[in-house]
């Protein structure tokens, strides 16, 4: 998984907490992008990082906020988790610069709110 | 909106069999398309990509076919075998670097002994 780890893998939370999600790499890549994979859905963007403390919104947004500190850190916060949240998260990368377009996934994490 | 649509939704195929997996897209920014491969319970995996300058882009028993003018590619997988089984997503973006990319549904393929 190209140096990318998720943590946690797996959670369950109740409707209303605070969730916490992390992405950690070691690759010391520029780009990092936060997914949702829902069946039916594909995948779709969330928020994404074009460098330590510049993000930016994606497609699905609302209900999420995202911080990044370090190049290798890459924080997505539910602030208020409700079940339109249950999904499978996933982190990738991307090392940026001209000609460079590859992004790298992570395992995911499955994120499930009661 | 859906910007890149991908078909059919599931596909199975004999094995030695030829998988054929369809998308199209409206952006005519996009710039890069690339496929990715998951299997159940990992992350989706960078399979192959090509660009609009060229109309076929092949790595092993895969290929990608590109129609600019149609606004259409497709994923060849030759002598599909049952290790093929898996989740198949396209996907196009418009930039490299910051390159955000909208990915189509998803084709689950099931390649039969």
């Known amino acids: 998984d190209a140096g990318i780890t998720q943590s946690p893998r797996h959670k369950v939370t109740e409707t209303g907490t605070p969730v916490t999600l992390r992405c950690h790499q070691t690759?010391?890549?520029?780009?990092m992008y936060w997914y949702r994979q829902d069946p039916g859905h594909g995948l779709r963007l969330i928020h994404y990082s074009y460098g330590v403390k510049d993000t930016d919104k994606g497609e699905v947004s609302d209900g999420y906020s995202v911080s990044r500190s370090k190049t290798e850190d890459f924080l997505l916060t539910l602030e208020s988790a409700t079940s339109s949240q249950t999904s499978v998260y996933f982190c990738?990368?991307?090392?940026?610069?001209?000609?460079?377009?590859?992004?790298?996934f992570g395992p995911g994490t499955r994120l499930t709110v009661t | 909106q859906q910007q890149v649509k991908q078909s059919p939704q599931s596909l199975i195929v004999q094995k030695g069999g030829i998988s054929i997996i369809n998308c199209a897209y409206e952006n005519t920014a996009f710039d890069y398309f690339p496929w990715y491969q998951q299997f159940p319970g990992k992350g989706p995996a960078l399979l192959i990509a090509?660009?609009?300058?060229?109309s076929e882009k092949k790595e092993g028993r895969f290929t990608i076919s590109f129609n600019k003018s149609a606004k259409q590619f497709s994923l060849h997988i030759m002598d599909s075998q049952p290790g093929d089984s898996a989740t198949y997503f396209c996907?196009?973006?418009?930039?490299?670097?910051?390159?955000?990319?909208?990915f189509g549904k998803g084709t689950m393929l099931l390649v039969s002994p």
């Open positions: 996907a196009a973006s418009k930039a490299p670097g910051y390159s955000t990319l909208t």
């Open positions: 690759e010391n890549h520029r780009y």
């Open positions: 990738a990368i991307s090392p940026g610069g001209t000609g460079t377009y590859e992004q790298y």
């Open positions: 090509i660009r609009p300058d060229v």
